[in-house]
């Protein structure tokens, strides 16, 4: 093949934005036609192509090329035929892609680089080494099956040895894990105790992410690309650009129709475009792009053109949406075929050896595939395995040092206690980072002495910067996806970030992060990945001014989570233990701090030792009684034990369980009160209507129906938002009186 042939495929200015329509036909030479006789072999790249870093490949690489190539294709093809016979349930190709897959996976090193692909990157994953087998055993559903062990669809890739990690459905929740994940190496390098605590760290690591034209739609793509290029870390971002989400053309999907353009002003990057159809020109790019990563260079991205030749999956039929003549003029720019065309005209194999190489991929597939249809699937009773950790248990004795505990000191608020717990957690495990909006004493170092210091909204976080400097304490951007999504790729790789979201009404941007990666990562992966987060957010109303967006609480849209852990303490010496167990646990904890109990004095307490731990799933009984049991939490603990004194006056004896945990919540506490009072109030500050009270009711009447004497009564907020004046906001909340009232008419029931 001539250097000409291979230059006229690659851009020669990598930055310059395109003169015309970044499309297959204007970045591609025109497919090369079979020839007659041999072709010179490949020469050596002469000294005017040096600088363009041409790859000299010898004749087993590009035929290995190929192979990679239409193996995955077939792959492809071998599940849709399955489907078709309904041995498989759902298909989703990688067709069209191929070649800036494969060399991706040729540039890059399984076990030492670390991967986050999408679901387009098979050609990937089988350059890294994952097995037609393996992918088979996914498509069938099979328990064998690395990726996820039966429980994502095909081509969610996720591979333990490889550093494949664990690849969901929503399109670009990968792209700020991936960032994460690299940050976490960024992190190591900076922090000396790190390097003997954490492994599998490498000096010159890269971490690989892709994703669709469509994903560059999502806000959290600028999030990742703003926090890559800002901390220079060694992300290669391949964008894999055919033209199409699902049914969205791109140029409906982005502003201009070209994502490189848009994104051209972000310093520290290093861009580059290519034709993806074609697998030298796409080696060359990649090449460049992993060796500015490895080089500490900062980020790359490489926009590369790519063909969809079949629907976006098997759900969908693009013959609804693309013209006939659109989808033929993709067809002419088919990576297979035009690198086959360009084997044989280079005389680098025959028509008749590739063949006998296509033949003998086919048989490898058909036999990977009769042997994951034999392999069986999950068995039904392990649906619930590793929804938590199966090796750390929060719930057991070993997290509970309440009962003996020596306190000592001065009392100090709910804020002394959790900040005394994280200065006392940092000092013990440096895996331990602290991270989230206005949380650090000050960004600017220069400043740092020449300030009192921020440490969060609330000064939970105060000197903690100051003792444990900035690469372990530090501010976020204002984005809350982008703090949750950084920790989840931390923790991936054995880091414990404790994060903070500034208000629990602002949490919202994180949600997708907290449900579908954060809580589902151990459950998907089949205990092969985790990512054991805390995520402390400070909620509820009952301090004046809060309004709308400050004083909220919505917590049953988390305790509904498998896999999240929900902790809401009412005082400050079950908030430092609490926070203890929560670090020291090894799933994803969200800690609800409630604003109004910060610096309330009636919750002060003395400090406790360093190693102070409760349990999750351990209520406390704060009040003793025999006519009828209150269930609550946070702040609703307070006003329940003012209603019981003056209920008291009135004859009523009114016993208090204090939750602590959500989920899990100690059930038996709460049955064993109820059995003996026969009588039962769920108060909570969240609305009335589909807040966590429900649940505690239901169960109530469910299982203790025998035991009780009237019917489960709930209090809660009104079914609205928390206004700003304070008169408006105090009939919103629950107040003593609502519980008193409460507390009388289920007594006279």
């Known amino acids: 093949m001539s250097d000409t042939k291979v230059l006229r495929l690659v851009k020669k200015s990598e930055n310059d934005p395109p003169e015309k329509a970044f499309t297959a036909k204007a970045v591609a030479s025109p ?57 498989i349930f759902f298909q989703i190709s990688g067709a069209g892609h191929e070649a800036i897959l494969v060399a991706a996976g040729m540039c890059l090193k399984p076990g030492y680089d670390w991967f986050y692909p999408y679901y387009r990157d098979r050609a990937l994953c089988l350059e890294l080494g994952m097995t037609p087998l393996e992918m088979l055993l996914q498509s069938v559903g099979a328990e064998a099956d690395p990726n996820s062990h039966g429980r994502q669809m095909p081509s969610h890739w996720g591979h333990k040895k490889l550093n494949i990690v664990s690849q969901s459905s929503p399109t670009g929740t990968q792209l700020l894990q ?44 600028w999030e990742a690309l703003n926090t890559a290029c800002n901390l220079k870390l060694p992300v290669v971002f391949l964008l894999e650009d055919n033209g199409y989400a699902i049914s969205v053309p791109v140029e409906v999907q982005t502003a201009g129709g070209d994502v490189s353009r848009l994104i051209s002003g972000f310093p520290n990057l290093y861009r580059q475009r290519c034709d993806g159809t074609d697998p030298i020109a796409s080696l060359q790019t990649m090449r460049r792009a992993v060796d500015n990563c490895r080089k500490g260079r900062g980020p790359s991205f490489v926009h590369a053109k790519v063909i969809r030749p079949y629907s976006h999956s098997l759900s969908d039929d693009e013959k609804l949406y693309r013209c006939e003549a659109e989808r033929v003029e993709d067809a002419e720019h088919d990576p297979i075929k035009r690198f086959s065309a360009l084997l044989v005209q280079e005389g680098i194999a025959s028509q008749e050896e590739l063949q006998e190489l296509k033949d003998e991929v086919d048989r490898e597939i058909n036999e990977a595939a009769d042997l994951a249809l034999a392999s069986p699937q999950p068995a039904p009773e392990t649906a619930t395995d590793f929804v938590y950790s199966p090796s750390v248990d929060p719930t057991s004795s070993e997290f509970d040092t309440e009962e003996k505990a020596e306190l000592s000191g001065n009392p100090g608020t709910m804020v002394d206690l959790i900040n005394r717990c994280l200065h006392t957690e940092m000092k013990r495990d440096p895996r331990i980072l602290v991270f989230g909006e206005d949380i650090a004493d000050c960004s600017r170092e220069e400043s740092l002495d020449l300030v009192k210091g921020k440490g969060g909204v609330f000064k939970v976080t105060a000197n903690l910067q100051r003792e444990f400097g900035s690469a372990r304490v530090f501010n976020s951007p204002l984005a809350e996806a982008n703090i ?57 109303g009952y301090l004046k001014g809060g309004a709308i967006y400050h004083s909220q609480s919505g917590t049953s849209l988390f305790t509904q989570i498998p896999g999240l852990r929900v902790v809401y303490p009412s005082n400050a010496l079950d908030a430092n233990g609490l926070l203890r167990t929560s670090i020291r646990c090894d799933d994803p904890v969200l800690f609800l701090e409630h604003k109004h109990l910060y610096r309330q004095t009636y919750n002060k307490s003395a400090y406790p030792p360093d190693d102070f731990m409760i349990p999750f799933g351990k209520a406390k009984k704060v009040r003793e009684g025999t006519d009828l049991s209150i269930i609550t939490y946070g702040a609703l603990v307070q006003r329940s034990l003012v209603a019981a004194r003056q209920a008291e006056q009135q004859g009523i004896s009114v016993e208090i369980i204090d939750l602590r945990s959500l989920n899990p919540y100690d059930w038996n506490a709460i049955a064993e009160s109820v059995k003996k009072t026969s009588r039962a109030i769920v108060a909570h500050e969240d609305s009335l209507s589909f807040g966590y009270g429900a649940e505690i009711a239901a169960r109530i009447s469910d299982e203790l129906f025998a035991y009780v004497d009237a019917p489960v009564r709930r209090v809660g907020a009104l079914d609205t938002f928390v206004g700003y004046a304070p008169q408006l906001e105090d009939a919103i909340l629950p107040q003593v009186a609502d519980v008193l009232k409460a507390i009388g008419e289920l007594r006279a029931y």
Not at 189 to 201: A, D, G, H, P, S
């Open 31 to 87: 497919e090369p036609k079979p020839a007659r006789a041999a072709a010179p072999a490949i020469k050596p790249v002469p000294a005017r192509a040096r600088q363009s870093e041409k790859p000299k490949l010898s004749r087993e690489q590009m035929l290995k090329i190929f192979r990679a190539m239409y193996q995955s294709r077939r792959l492809d093809d071998k599940e849709i035929q399955m489907k078709g016979q309904n041995r």
């Open 178 to 221: 991936a960032v994460g994940c690299a940050e976490a190496g960024y992190r190591v390098k900076l922090i000396q105790e790190l390097k003997k605590r954490v492994k599998n760290f490498h000096n010159d690591e890269v971490v690989y992410v892709s994703l669709g034209d469509g994903t560059s739609s999502e806000g959290e793509f």
């Open 484 to 540: 949750v999504g950084r920790a989840i790729g931390m923790a991936t790789r054995g880091l414990k970030p404790v994060v903070e979201i500034q208000f629990f009404d602002y949490i919202w941007p994180a949600l997708h992060q907290i449900r579908n990666e954060l809580a589902l990562m151990r459950w998907r992966s089949g205990n092969e990945f985790s990512a054991p987060v805390v995520m402390r957010v400070p909620v509820g």
